[in-house]
């Protein structure tokens, strides 16, 4: 592919599902294969770089670059490290709205898989179930921890729990910093993104306008 059009598609936003694109087999290997063979890759492009791997400082680089990529950054590619979301009943009768705020956003743009950081703003308005606040967290983290969009971020976190709470009354709010924005090509160190996607009772203007006032009158 033409250098210039690979460049253009990886400053657009561009996704073609809600999904994460994985192979069919992507977790037929192991943990432990996967960081063996991503160590030995990732070994001949610090040669390349013609860096000194004999060097007590690099020389245990690769490894901990893979394991790295495989248990931490990218540990949300894999299903079974999806969080267990609790559920309970609406025992109190509670229809207001529900915010969660200023939760960390920590993730990769696939694009050029540097950081992206910043914060998450969810509400939702309960009818028969209530979630554990502190699932809400471990779900955004865990959508965060793979290489990410952020259109495509807002939109997972937000139909994973529309489905778990039983309710489409949801609305996903993310502010963030994008490395591949502030740290190459333009190299705009102030700009930010704001994504905003949301369902249900949040499609009236009046929802999100009161959403909106909360999480403002926390930041100002």
Do not use: W
């Amino acid at each position: 592919m033409d250098e210039n059009k690979i460049e253009i598609l990886g400053d657009n936003h561009i996704s073609t599902s809600v999904d994460t694109p994985l192979r069919a087999d992507a977790f037929e290997k192991s943990d432990e294969e996967k960081i063996k063979n991503i160590q030995e890759h990732f070994e001949k492009i610090m040669n390349e770089l013609g860096l000194d791997l004999s060097d007590d400082s690099l020389s245990g680089t690769p490894y901990r670059f893979a394991k790295m990529y495989v248990k931490e950054l990218f540990y949300g590619l894999n299903p079974k490290n999806k969080p267990k979301l609790s559920v309970f009943e609406n025992k109190y009768g509670y229809r207001k709205m529900l915010v969660e705020q200023n939760i960390t956003i920590d993730s990769s743009c696939e694009h050029h898989f540097l950081p992206i950081t910043g914060e998450a703003h969810i509400a939702y308005i309960p009818k028969d179930k209530v979630i554990g606040l502190s699932k809400i967290n471990r779900l955004v983290d865990y959508y965060a921890h793979r290489p990410q969009v952020q259109e495509r971020l807002s939109l997972q976190i937000l139909k994973d729990l529309q489905n778990t709470l039983g309710t489409d009354d949801v609305i996903v709010m993310i502010s963030a910093k994008h490395l591949c924005v502030s740290s190459r090509g333009i190299k705009d160190k102030n700009s930010f993104t704001t994504t905003l996607e949301y369902g249900g009772c949040f499609s009236q203007k009046n929802y999100r306008k009161e959403f909106l006032s909360l999480i403002n009158q926390q930041t100002e």
